[in-house]
């Protein structure tokens, strides 16, 4: 059985994703602020933390910098803010996916599964450097080498891409890459979407093979990950 742990200042969240999750048969312990969420993940291991961003006392961000110090436990933060910055930010630290308020505790229970999956799977996105055949992305420094030369590519094609990988083999509509890359009130349409798959395709050469295109629905980065 996964155990989680949930860190959020809000009593009345905390008891509705606790719900959810029980229901899908995981351990649920708790935490009210990022200080408590650091200390109980130095003296307890954990499969997934679920972290709010605005909290007393040490907020999502810094819990989760220092939390990843001493363990490798995916994250998945929660936050009010949809600003785009907010989440290349998180995915910047090591955030494993990004959940805005409102949210469905539906959906968060399957981007729990989805995460949790690729862990036991052996997923290469924990590591800062990926290599696929002759394609090579440092996540970390924010550079895409195609067979061995630079690439140049414009700042939302390397977000798009980073998000891609970030959930390699994972189906991914347009409207998630929309509020996922460009923000959650970002005005403008899934034409946006295909726009820069096309241009990113185009910097990526021979090894834009890697993005498939799921017909009505959207896109997924599709490799070997063993």
Known sequence: MSKLLIVDDEI?????????AEFEEYEVDEAENGMVAVEKCRTNDYDLVIMDVMMPKLDG??????????????????????????????????VDDYVVKPFSPKE???????????????????????????LEI??????????????????????????????????????????????YDFFGDDRTVDTHIKMLRNSLGEYRKFIVTLRGMGYKFEADVS
């Open 61 to 94: 961000y810094s819990a989760s910098k220092e939390i990843r110090r001493h363990k490798n436990v995916p994250i998945i933060m929660l936050s009010a803010r949809g600003e785009e910055y907010d989440k290349l930010f998180g995915f910047e630290i090591g």
């Open 12 to 20: 009345n969240i905390r008891a509705v994703v606790r719900e959810y």
């Open 138 to 183: 440092d996540l970390a420094g924010r550079e895409v080498y195609v067979n061995g030369q630079k690439a140049s590519m414009t700042p939302k094609e390397y977000d798009l891409l980073f998000y891609l990988v970030r959930n390699i083999n994972l189906a991914l509509t347009r409207d998630k890459l929309l509020e996922a890359v460009w923000g």
């Open 108 to 134: 968060l229970m399957a981007r729990v599964k989805a995460v949790l999956n690729r862990g036991r799977a052996g997923n290469p996105v924990s590591r800062d450097r990926l290599k696929f055949e002759g």
